[in-house]
């Protein structure tokens, strides 16, 4: 079974700073997807970023990016010249690729970012 | 639609009533996905469309859950004999195809079931 493990209940940065998000997860597969989805109080999950397993290199969208170390199994969401508009919850989820029934998403627990003006 | 819309956004009822929850996926996209996020947790899968089929239920927790997608676009997850653990936001989210390497799923607002 797959799990994904968000150690940082609550987290808070000051405007214009970075913050780094947590993330671990557990599973015996060898191809995989990593995302990171924004929910902010309106609960509509945004997809923040996406990470491929096979790929080394870190992806990067804008002021967000990852730190990706497959053999720990860590995927960390790094923000940088943080916003107020930032301020959400972060999911950090794991799909396993399954071509007949579906891609299956699974979500850690979330970690509620504050950005303080 | 721009975006996966669900209705209604919110819904309170009383403990042994029946719901319906519905779900617009953006058009064009044929897997759809049904999701539970209890409060403090992150989203949970219940149940998964590909076409009008429903490929994976696997994620429904028993049998007074039951959802359906007769068109192939719109679809309604229904809940029997709702009871107060039933308290949630039912997410939604579709994508173009499923099982490929490129499918983001985009999820809509969600729907919060109050059962009282």
Redesign the interface.
Known sequence: AQTVTQSQPEMSVQEAETVTLSCTYDTSESNYYLFWYKQPPSRQMILVIRQEAYKQQNATENRFSVNFQKAAKSFSLKISDSQLGDTAMYFCAFMKQKPNTGNQFYFGTGTSLTVIP | GA?VSQTPSNKVTEKGKYVELRCDPISGHT?L?W?RQSL??????LI?F?GTGA??DSGLPNDRFFAVRPEGSVSTLKIQRTERGDSA?Y?C?S?WT????T????????T?LTVL
Request: aromatic residues 20%; hydrophobic residues 25%.
């Open positions: 975006g897997a996905y999701y403090g947790q992150g989203p949970e899968f998964y590909q490929a994976d936001v997410l989210a994508s499923s099982g490929g390497a499918d983001t799923q985009y999820f809509g607002p969600g919060r």
